[in-house]
């Protein structure tokens, strides 16, 4: 299948490059156009030109010309168009950008980390919502060799949405908890690390402890992070709160879940495993090879065009 794909390809570390690569790893060809550079009808020459359309699309970007009459035209050309993407909408201040209106909301199918959302689409725009969760970008699941071990971990920003205050709390907490025993990699901590000193990160920490964005633990859109599925198959061992539909993906020999906001049953479930290492060994093995098995890009891929076929 030929597949033109608009999006954000400017560093390998954005999840378009890591879709590219995985479509092209199941035998795809994919060419691919940056968001903000190829115009409109760049666009639809090699959509027209390709089996299928995917536009991951980056907030506040802007595509040169028309991208609405783009995406009309293929639709008359019959090239199926849709997207892929891991960002939560609903409940936060971005909802008020998800316009039936908007050219990134006409495309035939959406599909999204997001149950509930997946049902607004399909009530209230003409594309076909679906529900799937993240994934991690197969080639970076492998377990590295430890370099200068610590403690606790947590990867990630402590700046996070305001509608979500639990994020500075847990970091605060851990930081005053474990004090020099503590790492905290991402924006208000330690640089940003990706790539093969991630892994070496996961593999350096004797527990990770996680967070997704969750205005409500029982939200049924079963929304969370893709922090989860790199943890995990990255080789990380990881605490992560309770939330609803997790169960499904992971059982307790793959991840420790703790009930969300509960930073007493977090601050037990360390130090239990921190004290046990030969169980918390157990279960990090396990963690990663689920994911490695399970749930890759490549798998999230297969599904999406077994779906639309």
Request: net charge negative.
């Amino acid at each position: 299948m030929r597949i033109a794909f608009l999006g954000n390809f400017q560093v390998d570390y954005c999840s378009e490059v890591h879709h590219a690569k995985s479509l092209e790893s199941l035998g795809h060809t994919v060419v691919r156009l940056q968001e903000t550079v190829a115009s409109s009808d760049e666009v639809l020459a090699a959509g027209c030109a390709a089996d299928l359309f995917v536009w991951v699309h980056t907030h506040g970007w802007n595509t040169p010309g028309d991208i609405g009459a783009a995406i009309r035209a293929l639709r008359t050309a019959g090239v199926p168009t849709l997207s892929y993407h891991l960002d939560r909408w609903l409940g936060l201040r971005r909802q008020a950008d998800m316009r039936a209106t908007e050219p990134y909301w006409s495309l035939d199918h959406f599909f999204t980390c997001d149950a509930a959302q997946a049902d607004w689409l399909n009530a209230h725009t003409n594309m076909r919502g679906h529900y799937l969760p993240a994934a991690v970008f197969g080639p970076e699941c492998y377990m590295a060799a430890p370099r200068t071990r610590f403690d606790v971990a947590f990867v990630g920003s402590k700046g996070y949405h305001p509608e979500y205050p639990y994020r500075p709390k847990l970091i605060d907490w851990l930081a005053s908890t474990y004090g020099d025993r503590f790492r905290h990699y991402g924006g208000g901590g330690l640089p940003t690390v990706r790539g093969a000193d991630l892994n070496g990160v996961y593999a350096d920490a004797r527990v990770v402890v996680g967070d997704s964005l969750c205005l409500d633990p029982d939200y049924p859109g079963m929304y969370w992070s893709d922090r989860i599925y790199e943890t995990l198959g990255r080789a990380g061992f990881l605490i992560h709160p309770r939330l609803k539909g997790l169960e499904n993906h992971f059982g307790p020999e793959h991840v420790v879940l703790y009930e969300h906001g509960d930073l007493e049953q977090l601050r037990e479930l360390i130090d239990y495993y921190l004290a046990n290492p030969s169980e918390r060994e157990t279960i990090r093995r396990a963690g990663h090879e689920h994911v490695k098995a399970n749930h890759t890009y490549a798998h999230r891929w297969q599904t999406i065009l077994e779906t639309i076929a």
